[in-house]
């Protein structure tokens, strides 16, 4: 994929002889980015990224069929960046996990597009298997961590872990989305969304007994 340099007089950028559906996913992520998954169009796409009305149908059957390959992606980048924060519990669990929780919300500011597409959408996930498959396998990467921390409980104490998956994803998508977001819709807070999470994080890790 290439993008010409100049642009022409409106200022859109022209496509040349690459990949047209990244490019097309490349155009809807910048106008989700800045209009908001619901605000952009098919032929919107079609012109951001220099090409005719007609030829994102090529690779997408609707407007839907383009944001879920956005979400598709995003999802994909989501959990790499999980993954590489958590780490493998390397090098102590709890410090891995707060770095699991500030991945997800750096993303959060870092991808507004991405982060748009993935859950604020209203996709249909029935209808988009590979879009469920790689939301699980970002999930996947919550509930490795916590099994790695419940597992430091006794069996007596030991909570459901996907019980605490679940709580911890809810708190931390919940700061994300309140006020650690990138775009307009971000809330502001008198402390940073980092802070919140990870005082949030002690807490609860406190209360099931993880932490002195």
Known sequence: MSWSGQGDHTGRRGYHHGNLREALIDAALHLIAEKGPAGFTIAEAARAAGVSPAAPYRHFRDAEALLAAVALRGFERFAQALAAAWSRARPDPVASFENLGRAYLGFARDEPGYYAAMFDAGLPLAAHPALLAAGDRAFGVLREATDVLCARLSKAERPPSLMVA??????????????????????????????LLEAGFLVYLRGLGLLD
Not at 175 to 191: H, N, Q, T, V, Y
């Open 166 to 195: 679940l709580h911890i994803w809810a708190m931390a998508h919940g700061i994300a989305s309140l006020f650690g977001r990138g775009d307009a819709a971000r809330r502001k807070l008198p402390m940073s969304p980092d802070d």
